[in-house]
C-alpha cells in the first residue's frame, strides 16, 4: 500500500482571494493549496492528503495520527513575535492563524514519529519550532535578492551546497544541487537539536535537518515540487516518500 502523506494548506482569512477566483462570499475564509505539492507527492509513490486548517488544531491529531508522513508546504510569512523579534518594514504578510496551525501540525506529527519534509515557508516553520530564528528580509539585510520571480518556476537558478555528509539531502543529491529561489526570508539561527545542511552559493542557509534519531525530518528554502521536470529534484520526494513506507 502506498504511504499517506498529509500536505498542510495555505490559509486566507480575507475574502479578497475569493473575490480574486470569483467564488463565495463576503467574510469567508479559504484553505488552498498549489497542485505542484499533490504532483511531486504523487510522482514521488506518495497518496496526497490535503490537511485543511481548523478552529482546533487538536481536531487534525486523529488524522495525523493515520497518516504516514507530512509535508509542511510554503506560504506567506511567519509572525516575528514568534522568535521574540518585532515585525520589520522588510517583513511581509503574516496570517498568526495559520501559524498555529502549522506548528501545530509539525510539532504534533514530530512527536509521533513521522517523516517530515518542509518546503520554503516549512523550513522556516521547522526552524521556529524548535526555538530557532529567521531572517526577516534578505534584501534589507544586504543579502543577494533569493525571489526571482521573473523566471519559470521550474528553471534553476543557482547552486546549493550541501554542507553535511551526514545529511539526507548529501545521500540524495551529493555535494551539489541545481535549484530554483522564490523567497526572501531564511533560516539566520538554527533551533535545538537542528543542523544546517545546505547553503547557497551566497552563504543563505538552503536545507536543516533535525538530528535525535528521527526517521527524516527535513527542510529546504527552495521549491522542489515546482521543479516539476527534474529528475533530480523528484529524488526527494522518493526519500521523502520511501522513509514514509
Known amino acids: 500500500m502506498k504511504p499517506l502523506i498529509g500536505i498542510t494548506v495555505n490559509y486566507d482569512p480575507l475574502y479578497d482571494f475569493g473575490r480574486g477566483i470569483q467564488m463565495g462570499n463576503v467574510g469567508g475564509d479559504w484553505d488552498y ?8 507527492v504523487e510522482r514521488g509513490g506518495g497518496v496526497p492528503v490535503l490537511l485543511p486548517r481548523t478552529l482546533d488544531p487538536e481536531t487534525l491529531h486523529p488524522m495525523i495520527d493515520a497518516l504516514d508522513g507530512v509535508l509542511v508546504s510554503g506560504g506567506c510569512d511567519l509572525d516575528p513575535s514568534l522568535w521574540n523579534e518585532r515585525i520589520t518594514g522588510g517583513s511581509g504578510r503574516v496570517i498568526p492563524k495559520r501559524d ?28 521556529v519550532a524548535f526555538g530557532g530564528s529567521l531572517i526577516q528580509d534578505l534584501p534589507s539585510e544586504g543579502a543577494p535578492e533569493h525571489n526571482i520571480l521573473t523566471t519559470p518556476r521550474q528553471l534553476p537558478v543557482h547552486s546549493v551546497s550541501v554542507t553535511d555528509k551526514d545529511s539526507w539531502l548529501y545521500r540524495i543529491f551529493g555535494e551539489t544541487v541545481q535549484t ?3 523567497h526572501h526570508q531564511a533560516v539566520r539561527a538554527v533551533g535545538k537539536n537542528t543542523r544546517v545542511t545546505a547553503v547557497s552559493e551566497d552563504g543563505v542557509i538552503e536545507g536543516i535537518e533535525v538530528s535525535g534519531g528521527h526517521p527524516f525530518v527535513v527542510g529546504v528554502q527552495w521549491h522542489p515540487e515546482k521543479m516539476f521536470d527534474s529528475e533530480i529534484q523528484l529524488k526527494l520526494f522518493k526519500a521523502f516518500v520511501e522513509a514514509c513506507g
Do not use: W
Open 33 to 40: 493549496i498549489s497542485g505542484d505539492y499533490v504532483y511531486g
Open 100 to 127: 498555529v496551525y502549522d506548528l501545530d501540525v509539525l510539532r504534533y506529527a514530530y512527536q509521533q514519529g513521522k517523516p517530515i519534509l518542509c518546503i520554503c515557508r516549512g523550513i522556516q516553520v521547522l526552524n
Open 180 to 182: 530554483n529561489s522564490f
